[in-house]
């Protein structure tokens, strides 16, 4: 069996060892004589993986006691309205970051519920950098602030936190949660999908500090009402329970590498590694500002578009898959997660040296 060299930007390669053992335990989870799609999510067996998951996953990011841990369905982009139902909490406005194609989403969601100030924007240079926090204009009555800390599309990614005072920073981590440490009492909530750096689609992850919980506007859905779920140990529906399980899994694999502090080191030398073959060529380029620049998500573009096809033809011939940009931007992009290990990256640059070699 060949395995590809997965560069999608998600749902995204896993672990191979967690594949495995999940392979392993389709039919029979531990002797329970079930696979974990058939289980109960209210009996032992279920409740068990629930519970280790969230243990695992506040270990790993030493998430505070007084932060409710909720795996939900929906997605971010549910998300882009559970929010501000959840989050604005009497008040009529929030600010947000416009970085790129996903904070527009958010930002246009947003508008359904509430006022929406755009703090900050960095459209003016085609979302090439992050605007610096001394260019914000917040507003003193926003509910809260909203970021996309790292934009999957576009590849940029905040390397600071920003400060809000007393207002609650909210960020959409969909896409490097994981990746780094991260301070979580700096945020009042995060909130992110799993299919890019953690598990299966159907899972949403939200960490909400508590004290903001209990006040969702009233059409607030049950079902994505913080305060319901979080009171029902998020099984106020079926919560997506394989998703659950495969993401401890995950939690577990990411415990045996070092846990985020080793993560990180390995993420910073495989996008160094893309990131300085990019700036020495002369053939292909990056399109972001060096300090903004996304560990995760690395677009890049040849200065001849019309190599594009020809260079993801070969890419593929190599078993190098899902390079194609996305369409709003063009160009390349490769997603390198966490699961991509070294080596991937080493192939990828190797191709495109030998490329650029070859046509330039
Ligand atoms: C992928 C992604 C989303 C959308 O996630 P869905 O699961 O499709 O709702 C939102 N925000 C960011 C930053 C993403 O990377």
Redesign the pocket.
Known sequence: MARAINFS??PAALPESVLSQAAAEMLDWHGSGMGVMEMSHRGKEFVAIHSEAEADLRELMSIPANYKVLFLQ?????ENAIVPMNMLRGGKSADYVNTGE?SK?SIKEAKKYCTVNVAASSEDRNFAYIPSQDTWKLSKDAAYVHI?S???IGGLEYHWVPQTGDVPLVA?M??HILSRPVDVSKYGLIYG?A??NIGP?GL?IVIVRDDLIGQALPITPSAFDYKQQADNDSMLNTPPTYGIYIAGLVFKWLKQQGGLIEIEKRNIEKSNLLYDYLDASKFFVSPIDKRDRSRMNVPFKLKDESLDGEFLKGAEARGMVQLKGHRAVGGMRASIYNAMPLDGVRKLVEYMREFEAQKA
Request: charged residues 20%.
């Open positions: 930007a998600g929906g997605g971010a982009i549910a996903w989403k996309c790292n934009e999957t959409d969909s896409s999908g299919q890019k689609a949403t």
